[in-house]
């Protein structure tokens, strides 16, 4: 056996070690000239890349190379999951900074390490991937601090450096630690880097993939012994270790998506593509850096398992791990051409050619890896973002053969990169390998990995200004020293000082290769494991068979039982959302019969097409319908907000749709109305389902309508508990007419208008106030004012534009009860007018002002409060008027402030639940109400924190006394009283969440309607001097 503790494989990959003869005819020579010119135009085009994102798109995270502008994490058009990649700290520079070491260019890396120390950091409020975020930027950190500290320790370059992107891996690690607060150890998938787990959008976070949770341990123990803090190697060693305690027991296979919580399995798929690839990779690696056995021994269990079961061939299909014999799909995808790298580092050359040689087959096919083939090696997912797993096991397989039929390889591979990937702004992604239409997208790796290893398979060792046998490449090509599994946490990079200072074990690691595997007999090995494949994906013919469709996505309607049933046969399993979506997972093994199971394939990958297409759609604005009709006896306008359309007329800017609505008959009108007559001219009621959405729209533009409102066909929806809803398309536009979205719970106001006034008009317009929540409904009584001219009486209603609109009472459909703080719920409005009306005699001031008092003694909900208090600012600066006092003179606007805020304090001390709903739910109007009490913004903010103050004892009043009444006897008071301090914690954090919504929302209605900059701030940041009540404000118990 060779050494105990050091051998690596990693290092047989030196050209002194083994070399291999080749035939000329067989994989003919290349020339140093060309391979000169190879390695030089490899190194261009990092360049270009490289040149074009700093010119263009520094500081973002990416650069959009077709646009030739920066792609921001929230400013661009959503993504989805694969924007978490994302945090707004430049993650392109920092993914490439030891590409710069590679390729020698000392002078750029000093200038890139000079900007990233500058203009870095990580205190954002943003959720990212953790498995990005730490392989990418972590990584890409340690990296660039290990070639900085070499650099100056061989050159003397970079004199000015002190360890500062070693202190930066550590922040920003030490922000992903709270995603690994689990009872498994296994870390959430995504974390907030501003406030770890604690995000709404985190609160539903269970599951994560074997490679995200697997592909920790690299970086993570680096930074623990460059540090000497062990936390990180520790969490991500735990990780490790309940993956390997949760494999089946019987087949040693992993699968692909997990609970975090529980540590059982989502998804049973094993395979060695997406989901679990780099876990395998980080167990050898984890062995080859750290030097612990333990980690080569649960590689080599999973490698066995992975040949035996999963192995066919060049092929590597994906099976059940507790079924291994059972193929769970008949495709595989580019993320395992990482494999044969990964054999040649485990010394199973054989295989490695195989496979590598069918990848290639299936490139010289298409031009490009598609992102996913099937086993006839037809494109069954065309995208390709130029990935460099490919490359990867090229440059491998060239190391370990010294074969040049893998600098050909690679030549092709570039050439195919310069002629359909190239752009004047870097390299875009493919967005289909059978089109070759791009992508405006490149990705971080494509500098990182890419390019990288391209050009290192055309560079000789002397070519280099480093000794890559001294490192190791991570999943994200960063170089990690291998002296660090010598280190005790001690910051030491390899040098020229300690290069005397070997190890007899590690010299002798070095010149123990494989013999098993490396030496099979014959030095002409390659060519000859190749020859018999050398037709392999060309001589499988395509699969002829003509499935005859049953159902296809664009036709799928989720409330349809028929297609339902069909998806059943075809082994879909379907998961209805509360918002009327639904969730589709394809089990091929659940289908009625194999036909079934393909067309399901087909009808997923379709689902997959019509869902990109949609994310592509440009971004459309939520529009509103809106009507005057007659509420308790007042003329009132309701604003409803709707979902568009992308297609027909786009009601942007001042572009709007006005008319008469009636029902269509049938409502869903997928056939011949019933009422056509009752069409033309008119705003036309239609029901979701049937049918499509633009086929609705055609049929009503055929008739004669001048617009549509599609109605959600699952009850009780509302835009309010459910995203935005956009109609798609077939991809065919030639509608002229708008249609937008309402959902059902937000519909019943406009059809029971439509029901008590049957000649209703409605107005389709865009949605200019990006403030209010989503699903608002806002109901405004008209104020009707009474004038004359020349005799004659007129009756006008408007609103003022300016500051706060004049309003006096707005009611929201908002279920009774729900005070939840989410940022959509600031849609109820009731905000008082400042109108001075004519003086009116003391006695009847005074009459006036007992009713209002009376009024607001009675009041019962948080709207009928707020009535009562607009009547009472009103009268009370009606009297100071009538007193000769100023409305904004500080003494009168304090005096009436301070009594409105005494007024509701002593209405709201028995129920604190109004209060509640009063600074959460009616937060705006409250404001608007104490705003016109109190035109001093000091007076406003004095009020509002007076405010909290009391909603904060009595909440926890309240709460004392609830447990105080279910105290047990006396025998069981020390557990009372550990339930108490329990209560406190967990209390008080709401209380402090509460107090931060509030604020926040207090931050933002102050923004919009335009008060003092100095004024848009935390109530806790209140400077100056305010009400005696306030004088604490700054203790955060309070809040």
Not at 667 to 690: F, P, S, T
Not at 835 to 841: D, E, F, G, N
Not at 893 to 908: G, H, P, R
């Amino acid at each position: 056996m060779c050494s105990k503790y050091f051998m690596r494989f990693w290092l047989i990959l030196s050209a002194t070690l083994v070399v291999f003869s080749v035939s000329e005819t067989s994989s003919p020579l290349m020339s140093e000239e060309e391979r000169l010119n190879l390695k030089e135009e490899a190194k261009e085009m990092f360049y270009h890349a490289y040149t074009a994102y700093m010119d263009n798109a520094y500081p973002a995270d990416e650069l959009m190379p077709l646009s030739c502008k920066p792609r921001w994490r929230e400013v661009e058009q959503s993504r989805g999951d694969i924007d978490e990649t994302l945090g707004n700290f430049s993650l392109t520079l920092v993914d490439a900074l030891d590409t710069l070491v590679v390729m020698g260019d000392i002078e750029e890396f000093d200038r890139a390490l000079r900007l990233v120390v500058r203009d870095v950091s990580f205190d954002n409020d943003v959720v990212v991937s953790v498995f990005e975020t730490n392989i990418r930027m972590v990584g890409g950190l340690i990296s660039g601090h290990v070639m900085a500290e070499h650099l100056n320790q061989l050159y003397g370059a970079l004199g000015w450096y002190r360890g500062e992107l070693l202190t930066m891996a550590r922040d920003l690690a030490s922000r992903l630690l709270p995603a690994f607060n689990t009872t498994t150890g296994i870390p959430h998938a995504k974390v907030n880097l501003k406030y770890g787990m604690k995000s709404p959008k985190l609160q539903s976070s269970r599951d994560t993939c074997t490679a995200c949770a697997g592909t920790i341990i690299l970086e993570f123990a680096a930074l623990s012994r460059l540090t000497g803090d062990s936390i990180f190697e520790e969490k991500a060693r735990q990780a490790m270790d309940c993956l390997w305690s949760q494999r089946h027991r019987g087949s040693d296979l992993v699968g692909t998506v997990l609970n975090v919580h529980s540590g059982d399995w989502v998804r049973r798929d094993s395979g060695v593509g997406a989901g679990i690839d780099s876990y395998y990779e980080y167990l050898l690696k984890a062995y080859v850096l750290l030097g612990d056995e333990g980690y080569l021994e649960r590689f080599n269990k999973h490698y066995s398992a992975v040949m035996k079961y999963i192995s066919q061939g060049p092929m590597l299909l994906d099976v059940h791990m507790h079924r291994p014999h059972t193929t769970s799909r008949n495709f595989m995808d580019a993320l395992l051409a990482f494999w044969p790298g990964l054999q040649v580092l485990k010394g199973d050359i054989k295989p490695a050619i195989e496979t590598h040689e069918m990848l290639y087959q299936v490139i010289q096919r298409h031009n490009f890896l598609p992102e996913a083939f099937t086993t006839d090696f037809q494109v069954h997912w065309g995208q390709h973002p130029l990935r460099p797993e490919f490359l990867e096991s090229t440059y491998l397989l060239y190391l370990a053969t010294d074969d040049p039929y893998y600098l050909r390889v690679g030549e092709q591979v570039l050439r195919s990169l310069q002629k359909h990937a190239w752009v004047p702004c870097g390299y875009a992604a493919v967005k289909d390998v059978r089109t070759g239409v791009h992508e405006d997208r490149m990705d971080s790796f494509v500098l990182s990995e890419t390019f990288k290893y391209l050009y290192l398979l055309f560079s000789k060792p002397s070519d280099l200004i480093i000794d890559l046998d001294q490192f190791i490449f991570t999943t994200e090509a960063h170089l990690l020293p291998l002296s660090l599994a010598r280190l005790s946490n001690l910051t030491v990079v390899p040098g020229p000082d300690n290069q005397g200072a070997q190890d007899s074990d590690v010299e002798y690691a070095r010149s123990c290769p494989n013999a098993h595997f490396l030496f099979p007999g014959r030095h002409e090995f390659a060519e000859t494991i190749r020859r018999p494949l050398k037709n392999f994906v060309n001589n499988v013919c395509p699969s002829r068979k003509t499935i005859r469709r049953k159902l296809r996505a664009s036709e799928f309607q989720a409330g349809n039982s028929r297609h339902m049933g069909l998806l059943r046969d075809m082994g879909i399993t379907i998961m209805a959302l509360p918002d009327g979506r639904v969730q589709l997972l394809h089990t091929s093994s659940n289908a009625k019969s194999s036909d079934d199971a393909e067309e399901g394939l087909l009808f997923m990958q379709e689902m997959i097409e019509l869902s990109k297409l949609q994310q592509e759609q440009p971004d459309s604005p939520p529009r509103v319908v809106s009507f005057l009709h007659v509420v308790d006896g007042h003329p009132t306008t309701t604003t409803i907000q709707a979902g568009p359309a992308q297609f027909g007329l786009d009601l942007k800017g001042n572009i709007q749709v006005n008319g008469p609505v009636v029902k269509a008959t049938p409502l869903r009108a997928c056939e011949q109305l019933g009422n056509e007559d009752e069409i033309h001219g008119k705003i036309v009621i239609i029901e979701r389902g049937d049918c499509m959405f633009i086929e609705k729209a055609r049929r009503l533009e055929a008739l004669g309508a001048i617009g549509g409102i599609v109605l959600d066909n699952t009850p009780e929806t509302s835009a309010k508990t459910s995203p935005m809803f956009a109609m798609s398309g077939d991809g065919t536009d030639d509608v002229n007419i708008p249609l937008v979205f309402l959902f059902s719970g937000d519909a019943e106001v406009l059809l029971n208008a439509l029901h008590d006034q049957p000649e209703l008009e409605v107005v389709l317009s865009d949605f200019d106030d990006k403030d209010i929540g989503k699903g608002s409904i806002e109901e405004v009584q008209v104020e009707v004012k009474g004038t004359r001219e020349g005799g004659e009486e007129t009756l006008t209603a408007g609103l003022d534009d300016a500051g706060l609109p004049h309003v006096i009472s707005i009611i929201n459909n908002r279920q009774q009860g729900s005070e939840n703080l989410a940022d959509d719920d600031l849609v109820t409005v009731v905000e008082g007018q400042q109108t001075a009306h004519s003086q009116l005699h003391e006695q009847e001031e005074s009459q006036k002002h007992q009713v209002i008092l009376k009024d607001l003694e009675k009041a019962k909900t948080a709207e009928e409060i707020l009535v009562a208090a607009v009547r009472y600012v009103n009268v009370r600066q009606e009297q100071e008027v009538a007193r000769g006092n100023t409305l904004m003179t500080e003494h009168s606007s304090a005096l009436i402030v301070t009594e409105l805020q005494s007024l509701l304090v002593k209405k709201t001390a028995s129920d604190p639940s109004l209060l509640k709903s009063l600074l959460s739910v009616h937060l705006r109007e409250l404001m608007a109400v104490l705003q016109q009490a109190a035109p001093s913004p000091s007076d406003l903010d004095a009020s509002l924190h007076h405010l909290l103050n009391q909603l904060s004892t009595l909440t926890m009043t309240a709460s004392t006394s609830l447990d105080e009444s279910k105290k047990p006897v006396a025998s069981q008071q020390p557990s009372v009283r550990g339930d108490l301090q329990k209560w406190d914690f967990n209390e008080n954090s709401k209380l402090d969440h509460l107090a931060e919504k509030f604020q926040e929302k207090i931050r933002k209605i102050k923004k919009k309607y335009g008060l003092s900059p100095e004024h848009i701030e935390s109530i806790s940041d209140i400077q100056g001097t305010v009400s005696p009540q306030t004088k604490d404000h700054n203790r955060k118990d309070e809040l």
